[in-house]
Each structure stands twice: as C-alpha cells, then as structure tokens.
C-alpha cells in the first residue's frame, strides 16, 4: 500500500512539474505573441505617420509649384507691359526727332 501511495505521489510531482513547464512554455509564447502584436501595431502607425507626411510635403510642393507658376506668370506679364512701354517710348522718340528734323528744315527754308 505505501508504495502504490509513494507512485501517486510521484506521478502528482511529475504531473505538477509537467504541468508547470507546460503552463511556462505556453506564457513565454503567448508573451512573444503579445509583442509581435505590439510591434505590428506600431509598424503601422510608422507606416501611416510616413505616408501623412509624404502627402503633405506632396501637397507643400504642388503649392510651391502653382507659386512658381504664378511668379513665372506675372513676370512674363512685367516683360511684356515693359516691351510695349519701350516700343511706345521709342516711337515717340522717332516722332519727336522727325518733329525737330521738320522744324529745321522749315527754319533753313
């Protein structure tokens, strides 16, 4: 009788200890899970952090482009309000010096 109640309690101890490497083995990969699972998340917030930015500075630059746009725009616009002041001025310089040129021939005659 003692030794089928030393067997029991042998087969007691080694069912606890099985079951306590078991129970320990099943935490350790339900931890790794756990962080997996954090790190995952945290890749995605990296992910959408990364394209927010990427689409701003894309929206940043199309901005600096229409401003490019508008300064290549309106400086054109200088060139040629600039141009047609200089023709205007150059014409009435020719006009003023056939004037003069008129005035001197009809002085010497």
Known sequence: MMEIMIE??????????????FGWLIAKESEKKQE??????????FI???D???EKLTFKLSL????VMSLKKEHEQEISAFLFERTDITQKYKELLAKIEEIKKSQIS
């Open 64 to 67: 600096e482009e229409e401003k």
């Open 8 to 21: 029991i309690s042998l087969y007691l101890i080694a069912g606890i200890l099985l079951g306590f490497i």
């Open 52 to 54: 927010d930015i990427i």
């Open 36 to 45: 997996l699972k954090k790190l995952y998340i945290q890749e995605e917030k």
């Open 48 to 50: 959408k952090t990364k």
